[in-house]
């Protein structure tokens, strides 16, 4: 890492039409802008910027994460500044349809609104991209003001869907699976992060308990086969990021080469690719592709499948659906990509 490719294949990457599932907008927060607040604390690039560098755990992730981006995200025009130059990057590479998230908590110190920064946030994007905002969370959240947004939330039209995210080894606790049954009846999708940090035993757990049918990363479903055979019955999609897991060091995954992603990919499990934390791992969703092609042997073929999942899985009418998938085909026809 990072990941280059040879100028025919870039291109070819470049042109696929793509999509990003899984993107933390603080986690991508652009580095113009701290460079812009505050010239001589951020004058050089940050240390997890390093080819090598990966992270001890996820508490120093999140440390970087506070040191390096929690006190830029204080108002909704802070988030519309960042959103507009996160969407046109993700434009920029042939990203045709967003998912991202905003934590939800980092509400609870700012004078705007739940709406105010889902307004700030949908205002940003290009109008060639299909924008859908989550609200994320974490296990331990509903609690005081934390319970009250988290129930206002539900009541924001412009919110698309939840997510649950953090640190998986806190117990999940039984508003949860309330909280996200009421999330579907008002109208919005709810998915969660895991087996990223916890293995296919949490998996199952939240598949049990939230009902969900798309889990972000969910990797470690691979420590049972039982596990990946029920990703496949049920038609349960994993929103991965190859990159990430690799810096975060998650169990199993020593290196790009060791991914599960190939063996999720082989039995059938629908998987996309995404870039998580671009900020914080330095990576880009073309990179994510690169990686999968140079280190996992994915052709050109099935790099075409990986985008195909994510118009597969995204929140758009069938119509819509049916326009996208035929343009990728069209494409990958055009390209003379070997179906
Ligand atoms: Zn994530």
Redesign the pocket.
């Known amino acids: 890492m990072p990941y280059t490719a040879d100028p025919k294949f870039a291109d070819f990457i470049q042109r696929l039409p793509k999509t990003e599932t899984?993107l933390?907008i603080e986690?991508a927060c652009p580095f113009s802008l701290l460079q812009k607040l505050d010239p001589v604390k951020y004058a050089s690039p940050p240390p997890f910027w390093a080819d090598d560098f990966r992270y001890e755990s996820f508490n120093q992730f999140m440390d970087m994460y506070v040191e390096y981006c929690a006190e830029f995200y204080n108002s909704a025009k802070r988030y519309q500044e960042a959103a507009e130059i996160v969407l046109k990057k993700c434009v920029d590479q042939g990203c045709r349809y967003v998912e991202t998230?905003f934590h939800l908590p980092a509400l609870l110190y700012m004078e705007d609104k739940g709406p105010d920064v889902i307004e700030a946030i949908r205002s940003a994007a290009p109008e060639s991209l299909e924008l859908r905002i989550f609200a994320g969370m974490c296990h331990n959240d509903y609690v005081d003001a934390g319970k009250e947004l988290i129930e206002d939330s539900l009541t924001w039209e412009g919110l698309d869907g939840i997510d649950l995210?953090g640190w998986e080894d806190i117990p999940v606790e039984p508003w949860t699976a309330d909280v996200w049954e009421r999330a579907r009846k008002a109208g919005k999708f709810a998915k969660a992060?895991a087996g990223?940090f916890m293995g296919s035993d949490f998996v199952e757990l939240i598949l049990d308990q939230l009902k969900v049918t798309r889990i972000?990363?969910g990797v470690r479903s691979t420590e049972n086969q039982a596990t990946v055979q029920r990703l496949i019955d049920d038609n349960i999609a994993l929103d991965v990021?190859p990159i990430?897991n690799v810096k975060l060091a998650v169990n199993g995954i020593p290196s790009m080469d060791k991914h599960p992603i190939r063996q999720l990919f082989d039995q059938g499990v629908t998987v996309t690719i995404n870039s998580?934390?671009p900020f914080f791992f330095g990576n880009s969703l073309s990179e994510e592709y690169y990686a999968l092609n140079q280190d996992l042997n994915f052709t050109q073929a099935e790099l075409v499948q990986i985008a195909m999942n994510g118009f597969k899985v995204a929140l758009i009418s069938e119509d819509q659906r049916a326009a996208y998938l035929k343009e990728v085909s069209g494409y990958s026809e055009a390209e003379g990509v070997p179906r």
């Open positions: 899984h933390h986690g998230s995210h992060h990223e972000q990363h990021c990430s998580d934390d």
